[in-house]
Nanobody
Framework: QVQLVESGGGLVQAGGSLRLSCAASGRTFSSYAMGWFRQAPGKEREFVAAISWTGGSTNYRDSVKGRFTISRDNAKNTVYLQMNSLKPEDTAVYYC?????????????????WGQGTQVTVSS
């Protein structure tokens, strides 16, 4: 059974940084792409970033390009999201996800397994 556990969320002032981690278990981590999504109150869950199975390809939503970096450590079965220059509009619950593919896809429907989420709050 695939399990994803996020950590690293918290409260930060605008302009600050946070690093989210997602520890995966239950299958061969290095064989699958990973993604990060977020959901703000009253809004749909939206794609943030994704990384291919090898880490050689990444994909970001436009609003986080240049500020967020996704990476993975296959030896530790962990994917990271480094978030810099945070803005109040980045406030959301952040979810780690994975599916059966190897490509860094933005499509929510391609992700079958989800973590419980970690809260990120950016104050102005």
């Amino acid at each position: 059974q695939v399990q994803l556990v996020e950590s690293g969320g918290g409260l930060v002032q605008a302009g600050g940084s946070l690093r989210l981690s997602c520890a995966a278990s239950g299958r061969t981590f290095s064989s699958y792409a990973m993604g990060w999504f977020r959901q703000a109150p009253g809004k749909e869950r939206e794609f943030v970033a994704a990384i291919s199975w090898t880490g050689g390809s990444t994909n970001y939503r436009d609003s986080v390009k240049g500020r967020f970096t996704i990476s993975r450590d296959n030896a530790k079965n962990t994917v990271y999201l480094q978030m810099n220059s945070l803005k109040p509009e980045d406030t959301a619950v952040y979810y780690c996800a994975t599916g059966s593919g190897i490509i860094a896809t933005t499509a929510r429907s391609r992700y079958d397994y989800w973590g419980q989420g970690t809260q990120v709050t950016v104050s102005s």
